[in-house]
């Protein structure tokens, strides 16, 4: 039996980049089927979520996140820039975003392909790495794309022609999300069972394999 996982991901969560290579192990090493569930960053869809929250809690994130990349051998740096755009004055989002609807949709786009995961990894290590400035300039996205087996020009003509269809389709992922049992990302649904946070990956781990997950 194939043990299946629903995976609730942003390109604007770090935790959510930290992840990736495992659960590509995970498929590749166990007898396992992950669905990528892209979502939109809680800071588009809550603009003001963050405007009261303590200043603990900005400065707590940038610590834990970068020690969180070295612990797991990888190289992380704050975008440049950033996926949401932020007003820093007021701590909010405004409505107008240049860049996170056009990366979501990709994101679905490839997930209904079989590509999520592939793509996902391109494009999350160009943006978080540190390795790439100006990540939505010239040909960079194309290149992720292009590595990850995808033509970015052919997607994004998808993209523009179905905008509603992959924002009504993101849309049910968050509600799925919620449903799943946590608003954040990475979230991990498996079996009905939440696991949120790439520190939670073990545990999943653990589960599926306590429920009778094989090696392939």
């Known amino acids: 039996m194939t043990h299946e996982i629903d995976v609730f991901w942003s390109f604007r969560s770090p935790y959510s980049y930290l992840v990736?290579?495992?659960?590509?192990?995970?498929?590749?090493?166990?007898?396992a089927q992950v669905n990528m569930r892209p979502v939109l960053p809680i800071a588009v869809r809550q603009p003001d979520f963050f405007a009261n929250a303590d200043p603990l809690w900005t400065t707590y994130l940038m610590r834990d996140c970068v020690r969180s990349a070295e612990f797991a051998g990888m190289t992380l740096r704050w975008p440049r820039p950033d996926p949401v755009v932020m007003d820093f004055a007021t701590r909010t989002y405004p409505k107008?975003?240049?860049y996170i609807?056009?990366?979501?949709?990709?994101?679905?786009?490839?997930?209904e392909r079989g590509r999520a995961l592939p793509l996902l990894r391109a494009i999350s290590h160009m943006i978080w790495s540190g390795e790439t400035d100006a990540w939505h300039e010239g040909d960079h996205l194309a290149r992720a794309a292009a590595s990850a087996g995808c033509d970015l020009a052919e997607m994004d003509a998808v993209v523009s022609a179905e905008a509603d269809?992959?924002?009504?389709?993101?849309?049910?992922n968050e509600a799925d999300q919620r449903a799943g049992g946590h608003y954040g990302v990475p979230l991990m649904v498996y079996d009905g069972e939440p696991f949120f946070g790439q520190d939670r990956y073990d545990q999943l781990l653990w589960r599926m394999q306590q429920k009778g997950m094989a090696r392939r």
Do not use: C, N
Not at 20 to 31: A, G, H, K, N, S
Not at 101 to 111: I, V, W
Not at 165 to 172: F, G, H, S, T
């Open 20 to 31: 990736v290579p495992r659960l590509i192990e995970l498929e590749r090493d166990w007898d």
């Open 96 to 98: 107008e975003q240049p």
């Open 101 to 111: 609807h056009r990366l979501t949709r990709l994101g679905q786009l490839a997930a």
């Open 165 to 172: 269809r992959l924002d009504a389709a993101i849309k049910q």
